[in-house]
C-alpha cells in the first residue's frame, strides 16, 4: 500500500533554518500537505503543494518536490521556539480523498 | 476560514458506557468528514470516511458496530463509541473537506480527548 516516511526527530537553534524531510511511494499524488500539531491539539494546516510544482514558497515556508525521487521537504526559515511542534507529510491519492500521513516529525528549537 | 471545531475536547467516562463526539464545520460546508484515532508520539489513524446522508465507509479493522458515525448534515458529524472500554482511551480528531474545492484539503479539529476508566 501507500507509504509516508518521515525522520522522527529534530532540534535547531532558533534563528536557524530548519529542514524536514519526506519520503511516498505512491505515483498518482495529487496534492502533498505539511501539517503541524502542537501538544494536545488538532492539526493545522501549514501549506500544500500540486504535484506538478516544485517548489511553493509562503513567507517563512519553503516546499520542495522532487516528484522523480518522491522526496518533500518543509523548510522553515529563521526557526523560533513557537514552531516546536510535530509536523506530518500527508499525501493525497488521485484515486481517493483520503489522506496518508507519515509518521510525524519533532521539531525542538532550542533558545 | 475554514474552523472545526470539537465536542467535547475531552470526556472521561466509565467502561461500558457510550461517549458521543461531535464534529462540526463552522463557517463551510462538507460534504466529507473523516474520523481518525491518535495514540501518544503516534501519527493519526483513520478510522472512518463520512459522507452526509450515507453510511460511513470504515477503514479494515475498524469496528463499524462500536463506533457509530452519523453524518446528518452538510455541517455536522457525530462519532458515538459505544460500550467504551479503557483501550478505547485515545485522542480522537475529525477533519473536514469543504464541498465544491478542487483540493483534497482536510480541516482538522482540534481533538477529542477520551478517557476511559
Known amino acids: 500500500g501507500e507509504d509516508v516516511e518521515q525522520s522522527l526527530f529534530l532540534s535547531v537553534r532558533e534563528g536557524d533554518s530548519s529542514v524536514i524531510n519526506c519520503t511516498y511511494t505512491?505515483?498518482?499524488?495529487?496534492?502533498l500537505y505539511w501539517y503541524k500539531q502542537e501538544p494536545g491539539a488538532g492539526l493545522q494546516l501549514l501549506t500544500y503543494?500540486?504535484?506538478?510544482?516544485d517548489m511553493k514558497q509562503d513567507q517563512r515556508l519553503t516546499v520542495l518536490l522532487n516528484k522523480k525521487d518522491k522526496h518533500l521537504s518543509l523548510r522553515i526559515a529563521d526557526t523560533q521556539t513557537g514552531d516546536s511542534a510535530i509536523y506530518f507529510c500527508?499525501?493525497?491519492?488521485?484515486?481517493?480523498?483520503?489522506?496518508?500521513f507519515g509518521s510525524g516529525t519533532r521539531l525542538l528549537v532550542r533558545p | 476560514g475554514a474552523v472545526v471545531s470539537q465536542h467535547p475536547s475531552w470526556v472521561i467516562c466509565k467502561s461500558g458506557t457510550s461517549v458521543k463526539i461531535e464534529c462540526r464545520s463552522l463557517?463551510?460546508?462538507?460534504?466529507?468528514m473523516f474520523w481518525y484515532r491518535q495514540f501518544p508520539k503516534q501519527s493519526l489513524m483513520l478510522m472512518a470516511t463520512?459522507?452526509?446522508?450515507?453510511?460511513?465507509?470504515?477503514e479494515q479493522g475498524v469496528e463499524k458496530d462500536k463506533f457509530l458515525i452519523n453524518h446528518a448534515s452538510l455541517t455536522l458529524s457525530t462519532l458515538t463509541v459505544t460500550s467504551a472500554h479503557p483501550e478505547d482511551s485515545s485522542f480522537y480528531i475529525c477533519?473536514?473537506?469543504?464541498?465544491?474545492?478542487?483540493?483534497?484539503?482536510?480541516?482538522f479539529g482540534p481533538g477529542t480527548r477520551l478517557t476511559v476508566l
Open positions: 500527508a499525501d493525497s491519492s488521485d484515486s481517493s480523498y483520503k489522506l496518508i
Open positions: 463557517d463551510f460546508q462538507a460534504t466529507t
Open positions: 503543494i500540486f504535484s506538478n510544482m
Open positions: 463520512s459522507n452526509e446522508g450515507s453510511k460511513a465507509t470504515y
Open positions: 505512491d505515483s498518482s499524488s495529487t496534492y
Open positions: 477533519s473536514a473537506q469543504e464541498e465544491g474545492m478542487s483540493t483534497d484539503t482536510q480541516y
